[in-house]
């Protein structure tokens, strides 16, 4: 079963779960586990996430209006420049542009990168831990992009950090990722580079 790009996540995860539930006496002896890969998990803990941040930003903006009323050069720098996202709670690389509709059919916000973890599993890890059949593991993977045509760059196998720098001009982001996560000198390698530049809100992939 495929979502269609468009269609709300937590829409379709509630409709099936609603339809697996109507066909559980017809089933009956038969278990389906519908818990191994649900991606409105990972919505519903990006809203929590938000909601948390919502209130964090409203107590710094309270601070932060009276210290731009004192410096009215500061508080005009801040009106036109672009937001910036980064995350990392997926454990996987994306990079893309956010948008006024969250698809690629809205006006472009600004960029969005979250970047891989460190040690914990990946989505493809996760898949191998919880018996996903390789096969259909590397499917779903493949999936990704084709799913969220937003993104201009997804690896959901490689472990990692961004580097970011910013200046004046343009926002510059690099996917870092070692060869192993076991070994302490494993060599760092540069999986993607992404620019920003300033008062285009659009990434663009640099290599």
């Given at each position: 079963m495929?979502?269609?790009?468009?269609?709300?996540?937590?829409?379709?995860?509630?409709?099936?779960?609603?339809?697996?539930?109507?066909?559980?006496?017809?089933?009956?002896?038969?278990?389906?586990?519908?818990?191994?890969?649900?991606?409105?998990?990972?919505?519903?803990?990006?809203?929590?996430?938000?909601?948390?941040?919502?209130?964090i930003?409203?107590?710094?903006?309270?601070?932060?209006?009276?210290?731009?009323?004192?410096?009215l050069?500061?508080?005009?720098?801040?009106?036109?420049?672009?937001?910036?996202?980064?995350?990392?709670d997926i454990h996987?690389?994306?990079?893309?542009?956010?948008?006024?509709?969250?698809?690629?059919?809205?006006?472009?916000?600004?960029?969005?990168?979250?970047?891989?973890?460190?040690?914990?599993?990946?989505i493809?890890?996760?898949?191998k831990q919880?018996?996903?059949?390789?096969?259909?593991?590397?499917?779903?993977?493949?999936?990704?992009p084709?799913?969220n045509?937003?993104?201009?760059y997804?690896?959901?196998?490689?472990?990692?950090?961004?580097?970011?720098?910013?200046?004046?001009?343009?926002?510059?982001?690099?996917?870092?990722?070692?060869?192993?996560?076991?070994?302490?000198?494993?060599?760092?390698?540069?999986?993607a580079?992404?620019?920003?530049?300033?008062?285009?809100?659009?990434?663009?992939?640099?290599s």
């Amino acid at each position: 079963m495929d979502k269609r790009p468009g269609a709300s996540t937590l829409a379709v995860t509630r409709e099936l779960q609603n339809a697996l539930e109507d066909m559980a006496p017809g089933l009956r002896g038969v278990h389906i586990d519908s818990s191994i890969f649900r991606p409105a998990v990972y919505m519903h803990r990006a809203i929590d996430h938000l909601t948390l941040l919502v209130i964090i930003a409203g107590v710094l903006a309270a601070f932060a209006i009276a210290a731009f009323l004192l410096h009215l050069r500061t508080a005009l720098v801040a009106m036109v420049s672009i937001l910036a996202s980064f995350s990392g709670d997926i454990h996987t690389y994306f990079a893309g542009t956010w948008t006024t509709t969250g698809r690629s059919d809205g006006k472009p916000v600004g960029p969005e990168f979250v970047a891989g973890s460190i040690s914990s599993y990946t989505i493809a890890e996760n898949f191998k831990q919880n018996g996903v059949p390789e096969a259909e593991a590397a499917l779903l993977v493949e999936r990704l992009p084709e799913n969220n045509p937003h993104l201009a760059y997804v690896n959901s196998t490689r472990h990692g950090y961004a580097l970011a720098t910013v200046t004046p001009e343009e926002l510059r982001v690099d996917f870092r990722s070692p060869t192993s996560t076991r070994d302490p000198n494993a060599r760092v390698e540069t999986l993607a580079r992404f620019s920003v530049e300033s008062g285009n809100p659009v990434l663009k992939v640099v290599s």
